[in-house]
């Protein structure tokens, strides 16, 4: 394994020197205390050799092959961790999503990776190219990694951070998206993790959706979320300090350094509740609004925001923002999410 990693630059280099597959490496003895396991390209597992680890912890990055922010920053986390600059306290899995789509600088291939998770990969057309392939090699390396660790003992925390970056500008630069959980509370611990993070912006979804965050959310029952650390640049063009906030509090998580979080707060935070979501019904869907309109930007009720098919879409509510508007997705899939403030989300 060290080998292997010795005669690349760096994990990225080796992943995307083999964007389909790597043969897995059995666990590696790393500076005499942290055990190595390569399991498939992108998909590298740390562990403490010795020790009582208490939580499992996915981060996940470039599901998108052109959100590279989070690809660069979990990658300089690797870096760290096979040199011995840092040592796990806690199970840690990275995942890199989609090499064939990063060598390709697009956001995909052939297929959105992110509509493809709990079994949606297998619908429809089946199988039939890379990215569902991958997804469902992802959801089986995630599975095994939840199950491994609940192995070692009960009452472990997991944790999935899926990481992105967005295409537009938007009002608050970093977000979270949290997967829709009927049921189960919003964890005001896992709120204030992100805020430190510099995440301070948290959309609850109102309903299932085929992400990534809500397969590991739904499945086993992990904190887990979509987190967009920004806008997109090409790989090398990410100002990286931009992420110091967010990669000091990963390092505190794997390292199990104290986190040393305020308690829940929701006026140090943005909270928005998606009200609806608009997805493509016709090939002449158009957004009323220009291509430089961020991330966020509310518009009144009755307002017009898109068109589609001879119809207006107008504003429901009082007032609604807009996240990841797209004209440009399949019929059938989400052109926009829509948010209105949320109100008293019960928070834990
Ligand atoms: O900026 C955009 O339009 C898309 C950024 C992105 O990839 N967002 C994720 C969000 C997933 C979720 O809703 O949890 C996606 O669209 O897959
Ligand atoms: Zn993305």
């Not at 396991?37 to 740390?46: A, I, N, P």
């Not at 660790?149 to 537009?168: E, F, S, V």
């Not at 009144?300 to 990841?324: M, Y």
Request: charged share 20%; hydrophobic share 40%.
């Amino acid at each position: 394994m060290l080998n292997l990693l010795q005669g690349c630059k760096d994990f990225l280099h080796l992943t995307l020197s083999n964007p389909e597959h790597l043969n897995p490496i059995a666990p590696q003895l790393l500076h005499g205390h942290t055990k190595v396991s390569l399991w498939d390209t992108g998909v590298l597992l740390f562990e403490p050799a010795a020790g009582n680890s208490q939580k499992d912890v996915v981060l996940s990055s470039g599901v998108h092959g052109n959100e590279t922010a989070p690809i660069e920053l979990c990658n300089g986390l690797i870096r760290d961790l096979l040199e011995g600059r840092l040592q796990v306290k806690e199970r840690v899995l990275f995942l890199i999503g989609n090499p064939a789509a990063i060598n390709n600088g697009t956001r995909i291939v052939d297929e959105n990776m992110n509509r493809l998770f709990s079994g949606e990969h297998s619908r429809g057309p089946g199988l039939s190219n890379p990215e569902r392939v991958r997804a469902k090699k992802l959801e089986a390396y995630v599975t095994r990694f939840f199950s491994e660790g609940a192995a070692i003992g009960a009452g472990r925390q997991r944790i999935h951070y899926d990481l992105h970056t967005a295409i537009r500008g938007s009002k608050h630069e970093k977000f979270a998206i949290y997967p829709y959980r009927p049921g189960r509370a919003f964890s005001g611990e896992q709120i204030m993790f992100l805020a430190a993070s510099g995440v301070d912006t948290v959309l609850f979804h109102h309903e299932p959706t085929t992400t990534f965050s809500y397969f590991s959310s739904e499945l086993f029952r992990a904190d887990a979320f979509t987190i967009e650390l920004g806008k997109v640049y090409p790989m090398g063009q990410n100002d990286m300090s931009k992420f110091d906030s967010t990669r000091e509090m990963f390092k505190r998580l794997i390292c199990a350094e104290p986190l040393e979080l305020p308690a829940f707060d929701a006026t140090q935070v943005n909270l928005y509740q998606v009200c609806r979501v608009i997805n493509k019904e016709a090939d002449d869907f158009e957004f009323t609004f220009s291509t430089d309109v961020e991330n966020f930007t509310a518009f009144p009720r009755g307002h017009v925001i898109a068109r589609q098919a001879g119809k207006d879409i107008l504003i429901e509510q009082e007032t609604e923002a807009v996240v990841f508007p797209n004209a440009k997705v399949p019929i059938g899939q989400r052109t926009v999410i829509m948010l209105v403030p949320a109100v008293n989300p019960h928070v834990e």
